[in-house]
Nanobody, 115 residues
Framework: VQLVESGGGLVQPGGSLRLSCAAS????????MRWYRQAPGKGREWVAS????????NYAAAVKGRFIISRDNAKNTVYLQMNSLKPEDTAVYYC?????????WGQGTQVTVSS
């Protein structure tokens, strides 16, 4: 099983980034896909989720209206489009595949929002 995030980097406040997470080794479509983040000195926090079946999405209040989670089951990939980025969005972003039997995690990608 592998989850490999990419797309992180340095961006100015107000800018945008799109993160990708390529999955392999499990039945991608049967898992809910999530994004989490961990800022320096803080715990890991949930950011967004997207169901593998009905396409329903949920967002943390801090990112709602700015971030969009999407997935392409044909490509086994989940995305996080991040718009109107703020310095407080600076964190390592992790993707996670979850269902009742357990979860898988990626290694994370750094996002830094700074002028």
């Amino acid at each position: 099983v592998q989850l490999v995030e990419s797309g992180g980097g340095l961006v100015q406040p107000g800018g945008s980034l799109r993160l990708s997470c390529a999955a392999s080794g499990f039945t991608f479509s049967s898992y809910e896909m999530r994004w989490y983040r961990q800022a320096p000195g803080k715990g890991r926090e949930w950011v967004a989720s997207r169901s593998g079946t009905d396409g329903s999405t949920n967002y943390a209040a801090a990112v709602k209206g700015r971030f969009i989670i999407s997935r392409d089951n044909a490509k086994n990939t989940v995305y996080l489009q991040m718009n109107s980025l703020k310095p407080e969005d600076t964190a390592v972003y992790y993707c996670c595949a979850a269902r009742w039997s357990g979860s898988y995690w990626g290694q994370g990608t750094q996002v830094t929002v700074s002028s």
